[in-house]
């Protein structure tokens, strides 16, 4: 082979090597971007979550044990760091956020409550945020994931070591449904 044919071979395994790592480099980026603004729509729903809490506790004063789990499962899911924990943490702070309007259920004065009105309506919201999020960080990761584990990628992936993440996925059926926001 003459030198020149060496030497485009060489740059064109160059320019395919830059290409495999920049796409895992740019998907990995996504990824973390993606994981923060799920980690901003939840941060949302922990601050929305103690207002509401006040409000009920207002009416129905006797519902400690409602009142109590919501604030051990959300210190728990304040806590959560990989997507495997804060799903699971947020599947059971789902569960008590259910009980909670159960309870509010059994009172129409609070269901005629303007404050609770409103505060049901903006978790309704980022309910929607939260599952909006989720969704594109689980398509982001989709493709980081399959773009690590394909072939010739995931030798380069290997070598640099890029890891395969992680979906944010609830354990059960049940947590998978939005809380439930009645007026």
Request: net charge neutral; hydrophobic share 45%; no cysteine.
């Amino acid at each position: 082979m003459t030198p020149i044919v060496l030497l485009a071979l060489a740059i064109l395994t160059v320019v395919i090597l830059a290409g495999m790592y920049n796409s895992l480099v740019q998907l990995r980026v996504r990824s973390e971007s993606a994981w923060s603004d799920i980690d901003v729509q939840l941060k949302r729903r922990h601050d929305l979550i103690p207002n509401l809490v006040e409000t009920v506790k207002g009416y129905a004063a006797h519902e400690k044990g409602t009142f109590e789990n919501i604030a051990k499962f959300r210190s728990q899911a304040m806590q959560a760091t990989t997507p495997a924990d804060k799903a699971q943490a947020e599947g059971q702070l789902s569960g008590a956020l259910k009980s909670l309007f159960a309870v509010a259920e059994n009172y129409p004065q609070l269901q005629a409550s303007q404050e609770f009105t409103a505060l049901q309506g903006s978790l309704n919201s980022i309910e929607d945020n939260i599952q909006n999020a989720r969704r594109y960080y689980n398509a982001v990761v989709r493709d980081y994931n399959t773009r690590a584990q394909s072939f010739p990628t995931n030798i380069f992936a290997g070598i640099f070591g890029f890891q395969t993440r992680q979906f944010f996925e609830m354990e059960s059926p049940a947590d998978r449904e939005n809380v439930a926001v009645k007026f």
